[in-house]
């Protein structure tokens, strides 16, 4: 399987990257961070102070929830950066862009831009940076929110770039969490689906819009002023009824005065239409500066981020550094990313039109700009920018050979979304099939994930074209296939034992796969009864795991030797081996993990047999929360670890949470009966369960399908929304809820939630 390893990744060496604090230990986020989206646009001179929107933003009435949705270029960053900067430093900042919706990569910079304000108990930032950061952890979240010493000031700009419904929805359970006195600010040039009509009847809101936004006369002549032009009274006013006072079309007039319009001519006036915006940055502006400056400002635009070498190359010039300086210095287009300028951007506006021109002057080039642009940045470490402008030049193989080296170590540091969308992306464009080592991946990520029929329609796309070859990281396509056979199981376990060790043979002595084949073939012999030789093999398993510093893999393997143990009778040495398989995972980071549902039904058995009841109960609860993830897409590890979760719930008298697992093992023994003993062993617990006085209902009785539901509960949702977020019918999640209901021995939603709490059964530290 794939190694489930969150370990700090350097995506963009050379890029802005988020400052770390030095003045206390922390743990690393698990991936690297851009400094320019969590801190504010650098201030410049010029710009116009908007002193009444800030007075309605803080005034002693200010709402908890301010919400700025207006079209591109009416200064709604600018706003916000003022707003922050008045602030004493207690503004959070986060510029959002495409790339946030994973919400992995959202939770986790939120949570960095909180950190950077007031530090977040490093047990609490270890549990919000987990494998995947859906709803399950923002009541976590939110709790920071509250606990915060001095009132937060959080803000997200660009809001309408997240489209990803998880993302949303976390945004929206932020905006209904904020504590009072402090305020969440969301800038957006779309409306987001949050829940505005219950939000103003209860005055938690105040909505800023584009007649707000738009710039009286004073502000108008002072923006104008700040860029260097000088309009005269009557001119100011025209100017801003032919504009609306639109900050944007104002500024247009002030760069084509810089380039040799008359003041009297250079007159705009607002339409709301792209073409004509686009006509008149043409001919008032890029008609009257020389070519190379058109020539750069367009072919630039391809760039969402710029800095000298990176055009440079792009571009194939030089000097670029210094041409980047002069547009900063003459206040055109660019705003600065940090303090020492060596980033910038262009205004969102003013890109899409310079990449529209662009798109209209010279077409042909523009795949070739990309294709350089993701030379550098491969070069350069930052891989997700290279991938993406690989993908703009449509050159799959290109994607194709960078998502192959880099999916694994993505997946591991939580970001499962971005994966996902790289394999569409590939899907799309040429059929998976032709990249069979990536859709083998693809298969045990969504295996892991809990969704073995995804699993099964990429596993068959890897199968369908034989391939060949020695991968990047130095492992042969064979191999990964063989891996991928091994860990779905799909023709027996001795076949899965040929298909490990197959795979072992192809791959090489630095592969992260080691660890996982070592574990299959430990496995095997332990499910057909040889807890001695499987204790050997898994013992170099555990080795190779805690050498490439894999926490979760350590964690597992730790925990299938002391089930190994246990049924050669050695309980000391079970003991012994639980133990710090458990110690890795006390700190929460790794609860979301698939591998870690073993740990905790292994620790529960464990604690139950020293009559540890609290403890017993406590770990079948965080291993109760993993039960969605146990399919038959990872059968034997999966019913291995419902085997072992029965018998602590046995233990513990609990004959309703032993017969839930039970029917869930015999569910995936149905799809894979060739398991072993498994069979055998799930027969034998339900014959003990039959000796014993059946218990009816309980929070352990829980089915798989109700626990999936669970961490719904909590949120905003209503029962039909979460039926579209878990893709069945409303009347389906009505019935759920009822049964969760009955089992938690409550009669509402929120008494449910409540019971939740006190069972463990929400994700807590």
């Not at 190379?292 to 670029?320: H, K, Q, W, Y």
């Not at 070859?469 to 076949?495: H, K, W, Y």
């Not at 246990?566 to 081996?577: H, K, M």
Request: hydrophobic share 45%.
């Amino acid at each position: 399987m794939i190694t489930a390893v969150a370990r700090s990744i350097s995506g963009e060496s050379g890029l802005p990257k988020a400052s770390r604090r030095a003045d206390r230990a922390r743990p690393p986020w698990p991936f690297e961070l851009s400094e320019s989206k969590i801190h504010p646009p650098v201030a410049r001179a010029g710009i116009v102070s908007r002193t009444a929107l800030l007075d309605r933003m803080s005034g002693a009435s200010a709402p908890q929830l301010i919400l700025l949705v207006a079209p591109a270029g009416y200064g709604k960053t600018a706003l916000l950066a003022q707003w922050a900067r008045s602030k004493d430093g207690r503004a959070a900042w986060l510029s959002a862009d495409h790339r946030d919706n994973d919400p992995a990569v959202l939770l986790t910079y939120l949570t960095a831009t909180l950190d950077a304000v007031e530090a977040i108990d490093p047990r609490v930032l270890r549990a919000l940076t987990p494998l995947s950061a859906p709803l399950t952890v923002l009541p976590l979240l939110a709790s920071v929110l509250q606990s915060m010493r001095n009132p937060i000031f959080l803000i997200l700009d660009h809001a309408e770039a997240i489209t990803n419904r998880e993302c949303l929805d976390a945004i929206t359970e932020l905006a209904l969490s904020v504590p009072p006195g402090s305020q969440f600010a969301i800038a957006s040039r779309e409306d987001l689906p949050l829940p505005t009509a219950r939000l103003r009847a209860e005055g938690a809101i105040r909505e800023i819009r584009a007649p707000e936004l738009a710039m009286n006369e004073d502000e108008a002549a002072l923006l104008l002023a700040g860029a260097g032009v000088d309009f005269k009274g009557d001119e100011v006013s025209d100017l801003v009824e032919r504009t609306e006072g639109w900050p944007a079309g104002l500024y247009l007039a002030a760069l084509a005065v810089n380039a040799g319009t008359p003041p009297t001519e250079a007159v705009f006036s607002f339409t709301g239409d792209d073409r004509y915006m686009g006509d008149y940055l043409r001919s008032e502006f890029l008609d009257r500066v020389s070519r190379a400056e058109v020539s750069f400002l367009t072919r630039t635009s391809i760039l969402d981020r710029m800095c000298g070498p990176l055009c440079d190359a792009t571009l194939n010039i030089g000097g670029s550094a210094r041409t980047l300086e002069q547009l900063d210095h003459h206040n055109l287009l660019v705003v600065p990313l940090d303090h020492r300028r060596d980033w910038y951007r262009y205004h969102q506006l003013f890109r899409q039109l310079l990449n529209a021109e662009l798109h209209r002057r010279e077409p042909d080039i523009i795949p070739v700009l990309h294709l350089r642009a993701a030379a550098w940045y491969e070069g350069n470490g930052g891989y997700e920018a290279a991938i993406e402008h690989a993908q703009a030049a449509n050159d799959a193989d290109w994607v194709g050979r960078l998502v192959l080296e880099w999916m694994q170590p993505v997946w591991a540091s939580g970001r499962v979304d971005t994966v996902l969308s790289w394999m569409e992306w590939l899907e799309d464009k040429t059929g998976v099939e032709h990249y069979s080592a990536i859709a083998a991946h693809g298969a045990l990520i969504l295996g892991m994930l809990g969704r073995p029929g995804a699993a099964e329609r990429w596993a068959a796309a890897a199968e369908r074209t034989a391939s060949s070859g020695i991968l990047p990281n130095g492992d042969t396509t064979e191999s990964v296939l063989f891996f991928m056979r091994a860990v779905l199981c799909r023709q027996g376990v001795a076949q899965m034992r040929r298909d490990a060790r197959a795979a072992l043979e192809g791959l090489s002595p630095a592969s992260l796969h080691l660890w996982g084949m070592l574990h299959t073939e430990g496995v095997s012999y332990l499910v057909e009864g040889d807890p001695l030789k499987a204790d050997s093999v898994l013992a170099h398993a555990a080795d190779v795991a805690s050498a490439s510093r894999a926490e979760p893999a350590v964690a597992l393997t730790l925990a299938v030797r002391a089930i190994a143990a246990i049924e050669r009778g050695d309980w000391p040495a079970a003991e012994a081996l639980a133990e710090p398989a458990l110690r890795t995972l006390g700190h929460g980071q790794f609860d979301s993990y698939w591998t870690s549902a073993l740990v905790y039904a292994c620790g529960a058995r464990m604690a139950a047999s020293r009559g540890q009841v609290a403890k017993a109960r406590e770990y079948t609860a965080k291993a109760a929360r993993l039960r969605p993830l146990l399919t038959y897409a990872l059968p034997v590890v999966s019913v291995k670890t419902l085997l072992e979760l029965g018998r602590a719930y046995l233990a513990l008298g609990d004959s309703g949470g032993v017969v839930a697992v039970l029917r869930q093992a015999q569910d995936i023994l149905q799809q894979r009966p060739d398991l072993g003993l498994l069979p055998q062993q799930v027969a034998e617990l339900r014959s003990e369960l039959n000796s014993e006085p059946v218990q009816i209902g309980g929070a352990s009785s829980l089915t798989a399908a109700e626990l999936r539901l669970l961490p719904l509960l909590p949120t905003h949702l209503t029962l039909e929304e979460i039926s579209e977020r878990l893709y069945v019918s409303r009347n389906t999640v009505k019935t759920q809820a009822a049964s969760v209901y009955r089992k938690f021995g409550v009669n509402s939603r929120r008494e449910a939630v409540s019971r939740m709490h006190e069972l463990g059964l929400l994700t807590h530290t």
